[in-house]
């Protein structure tokens, strides 16, 4: 190694471009592009104060960067045309003058390529000129339960400047369940993306609908006729009214199913309407009624609580 070689600090010094950020020399744009990210959080300064080995390892990450984050750089570095410090390899060029990001040579003696890229470590110049994603936003916003069993839209006004932002609340969505928009939060710092926007979800409880995962629940009263007789009773679901046949000799708690009738799955397939039937007595008094049942009794016994008794 000569002396030169050798007085150079280590950045200057390094290993090929692409096995420094950790992908394969026929890696797209965009991963190189991730890639530096990933490495330049975790090995930026600011999140490592005092520390020279990984501030010497930022500088190698956001140079490996600088070249291969340009097409045009890196097809010269490719082609061998330029090596790891961006240097030219042709001909009389070796001596001190480094390619630069436009394409033309720049003297030795000026501010070398990774002011230009990070500016003073010592005043803090890597903030802001390091691509840094933007602040996320948060939003929490409540639903009812017919808006998250089959989605809906909703307009969200942001505060700057009286911005809104339409949001498609999704079918099937859950209670506590979190939408991310993104790359629609804040702007981002020195190039970087955009920050997200967190929707925080919160439905209400319905009425007489209950969920059970990908299930709808409802319990459903039927007269004592439609419990003894059977009948064809009109019942709601999330999609409307439709008509479900009750079985003759029905009981409180006879359950019954809707197929297709519940909450739509990420699959695209739909959870099931499980309807528990419920027999419910007129509200008021009927003696009629009351005589046939005494009479019925007389000759109809039977416990009703026998499953509850002990074996």
Known sequence: MTLAARQRPAWRRMKNLYSILGVSKGASQQEIKSAYRKLAKQHHPDANPGDTKVEEKFKEISAAYHILG???????????????????????????????????????????????????????????????????????????????????????????????????????????????????????????????????????????????????VIELPISLPEAVLGATVKVPTVDGTVNLKVPSGSNTGTKLRLKGKGIAAKGGTRGDQ??????????????????????????HDYDARSKLKAK
Do not use: C
């Open 70 to 216: 340009d097409e045009k750089l890196r097809a010269r570095y490719d082609n061998g045309e330029i090596d790891e410090s961006g240097q030219e390899k042709m001909g009389g060029f070796r001596g001190g003058h480094r390619a630069s990001s436009a394409g033309g040579f720049g003297g030795g003696a000026a501010e070398d390529i990774f002011s230009e890229i990070f500016g003073n470590l010592r005043g803090g110049g890597f903030r802001g000129r390091v691509p840094e994603k933007g602040r996320d936003r948060k939003f929490a916003i409540e639903i009812d339960f017919m808006e998250a069993a089959l989605g809906g839209k909703r307009r969200l006004t942001m505060g700057d400047g009286g911005r809104t932002l339409d949001v498609t609340i999704p079918a099937g969505v859950t209670d506590g369940q979190q939408i991310r928009l993104r790359g629609q939060g804040e702007a981002g710092a020195g190039g970087g993306p955009a920050g997200d926007i967190l929707i925080n979800i919160t439905v209400q409880p319905h009425s007489f609908f209950r969920r059970e995962g990908q299930n709808v």
């Open 274 to 299: 499980m309807v528990s039937l419920k027999v419910v007595l007129p509200d008021k008094q009927d003696e009629e009624l009351q005589d046939w049942v005494t009479k019925w009794a007389e000759k």
